[in-house]
């Protein structure tokens, strides 16, 4: 029924009443575009509701299921007037013998539409069969088509059809519409997958019961499996069903990598082969099985496959305590040695995922947006280059007494032979041969479950250059705005050998834009680890203005390329705003720009004539604000001096400090920075002198450094650092230990040199200059290490962290507690409901103080399930805020990600759940 109603959104199912009060309809949708709006009929609504109350819905405390009887044939039809029914071939005569048997109100007949593949009309129906008599009685309403199809589920009706002009009679076995709607779904790893319902396949034309994919989460995700996929084969097994799905799986060990086909409906009658990476770390629960539950009303859950599937369990390296001793990698059920490694194609693949970016150069850049960002990626463009004739060597950072690695097996040797002999590609310059064997392509995806520290995308591509390579390990340095967070997977492939391995994030810097990455070299066999090596670097002597370098990079499909170019700016200071979503900014960063380059969208290195890396030029993420609700993500690449990097490398190569950390299963040392956490800006000293400094302090400051002629202001300190207190917005630094300061690399070097000093207070002597006036303050220093981002917490949906750098850097913290903070909400969740957004801190829970993560869990662990919580927040901008919110420990059961040093795993643990057997 239609009428002007003008109902809109939000009114659907509420009743339609005569001017009697009696319901005759239900409101079922509108048009925004005008005043019309659709009814339902009641008859169909009444016959559930008898069914309800014969059933004893209504009539006890227990709810009882109660099924309603549907029956379906898989077939749509449409109601069309007399006229196309004729065109159609319709008999005059049938046409009499229908209006004579229906009301003169009647005007038309139903029509096939479409057949579902693999139904009880299949080569029965086709479109454009006209409907005459179902079981001998006349049927031209879809009410009277519904009622006999309900009344005859599992039982044979009778259909009487015209087909262009020939009368047929057909007999058609009626589905149970239940047994084709499915009651039950697999999660894994953020994964919808369930049979193929009625509905969808009456959308996409496809065999009802089929492997679909209603959300790819991250695992398909990362192999480029799109959403409305059918699974067609997986681990070379022929998958129909979801239990066939499940039983491949359950052979699977973490880390693995198998092929896995597919079709869209977009593409139906082709399929796409990807590779799929089991999940290592457990960032999602273990593989679930959701079943509706017609009694409770709820969708129970349980584990899919039994707790012994080599899918459960854990693997990790054994760990070696004697460094001495170990000859090799250890070995585990994920170690890189018993990884299949992947043979790089030179192509892109052909399942790309919407999130990489909306454009075709999504392989021309290292990094990338979500799709809801509708950002552009940057990738490089570079090739090959040997050089005739020269023989250079190897001067890379490798451990002292470094071998080949072992070679095994005939086959290997013939691939080594074979790759050896390969005929060189034609070089444009020195630099780039020598370099080409150190670069290395990231591919880095991000758990949407666990994306913190305000990362802004689930998919990042990027270029580095391996700067250590030895036996037992190998490092490489990439920008962080290709390894953003150390809750990633990483898979990098080789310039000089075309194989990918996984890489774990080891060092991420807490203020220069660098991570350092670790892989096991003896996963890249004898051939790969023959011409494999580290790049030799060259902190020293630091590039000047008018320095000729190489800018040597890759692009996605790993060939390298060159161009000269001349320094123009050496110490160019790093200015980069703040984002909506905290996340990194480099800070207190002199970088290097060139006169020409490749473009924002090409990273690399740059190197001397000889090959001598100087500098990583690494891509910078920002937001450009055009106003206070529009903003756009930038990207853009400089020179990051390589000096800090290998100061990094020498310290975790020489094994000096640190707390330790598994890598390929040796126990290392990894390195922590001191760092006066204070964000910097450079001030010219004619500014400087217009505030009153004095010509004694400008003359110091250019004898100390007559290039740069300036002085560094405080812009702001960081919110819970021990300069917090000390230092004021707009002091400017003039000396440390009494010596003149003029660049950032002065203040990082006296926060080194405390290290090394007799007094362990970790404090600078400092002489600012304040409103005309100078003081000297002894500020604390801060010890911080490259971890990042060490524990999660999922409570309601809202993931819950420690907060991080980036939101210490805006210089507020509650007082009432600082250490839970909402990093992000998950979709339907409660936090979501109840609006317990990001960008907020939880400092009370019911009245109970929550001053850390651990005093958080133990307030949130005497909630029970259905209980409603009164949380009070502080927002970012200062605003305290209190709301209540219902626990829902059946569907968002509380749980901890965290990162376990010892086994180099991140670890999933439920804190509280309704279901003890929820994982």
Same mark, same amino acid.
């Given at each position: ?173 009626? =589905? #149970? *519409?239940?047994?084709? @709607?499915?009651?039950?779904?697999? $999660? +894994? %790893?953020?994964?919808?997958?369930? !049979? ?124 070696? =305590? #004697? *460094?001495?001793?170990? @000859?090799?990698?250890?070995?585990? $059920? +994920? %170690?890189?040695?018993?990884?299949? !490694? ?578």
């Amino acid at each position: 029924m239609q009428a002007a109603s003008g109902t809109k959104g939000g009114s659907s199912g509420s009743p339609v009443i005569d001017w009697q009060g009696r319901a005759v309809a239900l409101n079922a949708g509108s048009k925004l575009s005008s005043a019309s709006a659709f009814f339902l009929p009641l008859e169909r609504v009444v016959r559930s509701l008898k069914f309800l109350q014969e059933g004893g819905y209504f009539s006890t405390n227990t709810r009882a299921a109660v099924s309603i009887p549907r029956g379906t044939l898989q077939v749509t039809f449409l109601h069309k007037g007399f006229d196309e029914t004729r065109r159609l071939g319709l008999q005059h005569e049938t046409e009499q013998l229908v209006r004579n048997s229906t009301p003169p109100s009647e005007t038309g007949m139903l029509v096939v539409d479409s057949v579902v593949p693999g139904g009880p009309a299949q080569n029965h129906l086709e479109p454009g069969d006209v409907l005459v008599r179902m079981n001998g009685e006349v049927v031209t309403q879809f009410l009277k088509m519904e009622t006999l199809l309900d009344d005859s589920v599992e039982q044979k009706i009778e259909l009487q059809i015209e087909r262009g002009s020939t009368p047929l009679t057909v007999d058609l076995l009626v =589905q #149970d *519409l239940h047994s084709i @709607t499915p009651d039950h779904f697999l $999660e +894994v %790893s953020g994964a919808v997958i369930h !049979p193929l319902s009625y509905q969808q396949a009456r959308n996409f034309r496809f065999n009802c019961g089929l492997v679909y994919v209603a959300e790819p989460g991250y695992m398909l995700f990362r192999a480029g499996v799109p959403r409305h996929s059918i699974i067609k084969k997986f681990a070379g097994e022929g998958i129909s069903r979801l239990e066939d799905l499940i039983t491949v799986l359950s052979k699977l060990s973490r880390g693995a990598r198998v092929p896995l086909e597919y079709i869209s409906y977009k593409e139906r009658h082709q399929r796409k082969s990807v590779l799929v990476t089991i999940d290592r770390h457990e960032w999602y629960a273990p593989p679930q099985i959701y079943k509706r539950d017609d009694s409770s009303g709820l969708w129970t859950v349980k584990l899919a496959m039994r707790q012994e599937s080599p899918h459960l369990v854990s693997g990790i390296y054994p760990v070696e =305590q #004697d *460094l001495s001793n170990h @000859t090799g990698s250890c070995t585990g $059920e +994920v %170690s890189p040695k018993d990884y299949i !490694p992947e043979q790089v194609s030179q192509e892109p693949r052909d399942a790309v995922t919407s999130m990489e970016t909306s454009g075709e150069h999504v392989a021309e850049g290292p990094n990338s947006q979500d799709d809801s960002d509708n950002g552009t990626k940057k990738q490089r463009v570079e090739e090959n280059s040997s050089v005739d004739g020269d023989v250079i060597a190897d001067c890379s950072l490798n451990e002292h007494g470094e071998e080949r690695l072992d070679e095994s097996g005939s086959v290997e040797d013939a691939v080594l032979r074979d790759y050896q002999g390969a005929a060189p590609v034609a070089a444009t310059s020195v630099a780039e041969r020598v370099i080409e064997p150190t670069l290395v392509m990231f591919e880095v995806h991000v758990p949407s479950s666990c994306m913190l520290d305000g990362v802004h995308s689930q998919h990042f591509l990027g270029t580095g250059v391996i700067v250590y390579h030895s036996e037992t390990m190998g490092l490489v340095a990439v920008d962080k705005n290709t390894v953003a967070v150390p809750v990633s997977d990483v898979m990098i492939s080789f310039a000089a050998f075309p194989i990918e391995i996984p890489a774990e994030v080891v060092f991420l810097h807490p203020f220069h834009n660098f991570a350092l990455v670790a892989y096991d070299p003896s996963a890249l066999g004898a051939a790969g680890a023959s011409v494999i090596r580290a790049a030799e670097l060259l902190p020293e002597p630091a590039l000047c203005r008018g320095d000729s370098v190489y800018l040597v990079g890759l692009s996605r499909s790993l060939q390298a390329t060159s161009r000269k170019s001349i320094v123009t700016n050496p110490s160019a200071a790093l200015k980069s705003g703040s984002s909506d979503v905290p996340r990194y900014r480099a800070t207190n960063l002199e970088v290097i720009e060139l006169d020409t380059d490749f473009g924002s969208t090409f990273s690399g290195v740059l190197t001397d004539e000889r090959g001598r890396v100087q500098a990583l030029w690494g891509s910078f993420s920002t937001q450009l604000k055009y106003s206070s609700s529009s903003s756009e993500e930038h990207q853009f690449v400089r020179g990051i001096p390589i000096n800090t990097i290998s100061q990094i490398v020498d310290r975790m190569t020489s094994g000096t400090g640190g707390p330790p950390r598994l890598i390929n299963g040796l126990q290392r040392p990894m390195p922590c920075i001191r760092i006066l956490e204070v964000e910097l800006y450079p001030t010219l000293l004619s500014k400087a002198r217009s505030f009153g400094l004095s010509d004694a302090w400008i003359q110091a400051l250019v004898k100390k450094d007559p290039k740069r002629r300036q002085v560094l202001q405080v812009k702001g300190c960081f919110a819970g650092s021990k300069a917090e207190n000390l230092l004021e917005q707009g002091d400017m630094v003039l000396a440390i230990n009494k010596q003149p300061v003029t660049c950032f690399r002065d203040i990082e070097d006296a926060c080194q040199s405390l290290d090394h000093s007799s007094h362990d207070d970790g404090r600078l002597d400092l002489t600012i200059f304040r409103q005309g006036n100078e003081i000297e303050l002894l500020v604390g220093t801060d010890v911080r290490d490259g971890n990042g981002a060490k524990q999660a917490i999922n409570w309601c949906g809202g993931i819950l962290q420690d907060p991080y750098p980036a939101v210490r850097a805006l210089g507020f913290l509650p007082e009432e507690g600082h250490g839970v903070y909402v990093a992000r909400w998950c979709q339907g969740s409660p936090a979501h409901r109840h609006g317990l957004f990001a960008l907020q801190w939880i400092v009370e829970v019911n009245g109970k103080p929550t001053p850390n993560l651990d005093a958080f869990v133990d307030v949130t662990k005497a909630i029970e399930h259905g209980e409603f919580v009164r949380v009070r927040t502080v927002h970012l901008n200062g605003k305290p805020r209190v709301l209540t919110l219902k626990q829902d420990l059946h569907y968002w059961p509380t749980w901890e990600l965290r990162f376990d040093p010892e086994t180099a795993m991140w670890r999933r643990k439920v804190i509280k759940a309704l279901d003890s057997g929820v994982l």
